[in-house]
């Protein structure tokens, strides 16, 4: 079935620093959303992009899409250590309008 | 707002028990999902009510699974009988709505072993 794919697997960078996470999925889809999970708890929604849409911003987070890729690309500007996280993107599908999570980025941020 | 509520967060139980997880949504929400995530299969949507009526379950592996919403601010995931690969955390989230325009809020998770 159709998932939407994170890449990288895991990412480290030092505080201060840009993250980007990238997503890419297989159909056409609604919209895409992205999750936040911190260790041990449930995923908080971060932000939601449609599919005529090409970039949202939301505080440092930073979302784009191209539909004609079938890919997403998340980045937090100026990175903080209550950012370490995993991060999943999520695909609402057009066919049968059914969330398909990834497997998500693992993101460390060093001190 | 309390959030979308779990219960128990951690369940430890033994193969062939039967197992019950609850939820309570957050009050106003008509979406109800079960997911469950492991490191294998990362989070997999199990089964999602609207308005209390199941909409969605092929994602249930078998019928040892069974949910149910009796009502708007309750619902419950079994599973009769447990079996070791059972073992996941269990996740709860609801919504306004439906999929396609929604946002989900998720519990805090059911940590499940079955030994």
């Known amino acids: 079935s159709q998932q939407g794919e994170e890449d990288p697997q895991a990412l480290s960078i030092q505080e201060g620093e840009n993250a980007t996470m990238n997503c890419s999925y297989k159909?056409?889809?609604?919209?895409l959303q992205w999750y936040r999970q911190n260790s041990g708890r449930g995923l908080v929604h971060l932000i939601l992009?449609?599919?005529?849409?090409r970039e949202k911003h939301s505080g440092r987070l930073r979302v784009t899409l191209d539909t004609s890729k079938k890919s997403s690309s998340l980045l937090i500007t100026a990175s903080r250590a209550a950012d370490t996280a995993s991060y999943f993107c999520?695909?609402?599908?057009?066919?049968?309008?059914?969330?398909?999570f990834g497997k998500g980025t693992r993101l460390h941020i060093l001190p | 707002d309390a959030g979308v509520i779990q219960s128990p967060r951690h369940e430890v139980t033994e193969m062939g028990q039967e197992v019950t997880l609850r939820c309570k949504p957050i009050?106003?929400?008509?979406?109800l999902f079960w997911y469950r995530q492991t490191m294998m299969r990362g989070l997999e949507l199990l089964i999602y009510?609207?308005?209390?009526?199941?909409?969605?379950d092929s994602g249930m592996p078998e019928d040892r699974f069974s949910a149910k919403m009796p009502n708007a601010s309750f619902s419950t995931l079994k599973i009769q009988p447990s079996e070791p690969r059972d073992s996941a955390v269990y996740f709860c989230?609801?919504?306004?709505?439906?999929?396609?325009?929604?946002?989900?809020?998720f519990g805090p998770g059911t940590r499940l072993t079955v030994l």
């Open positions: 989230a609801s919504g306004i709505s439906g999929f396609s325009t929604d946002t989900q809020y």
């Open positions: 159909t056409s889809i609604n919209n």
């Open positions: 992009i449609r599919s005529n849409e």
């Open positions: 999520a695909t609402v599908q057009n066919r049968d309008d059914k969330i398909i």
């Open positions: 009050s106003g929400h008509n979406s």
């Open positions: 009510f609207n308005n209390n009526v199941p909409i969605d």
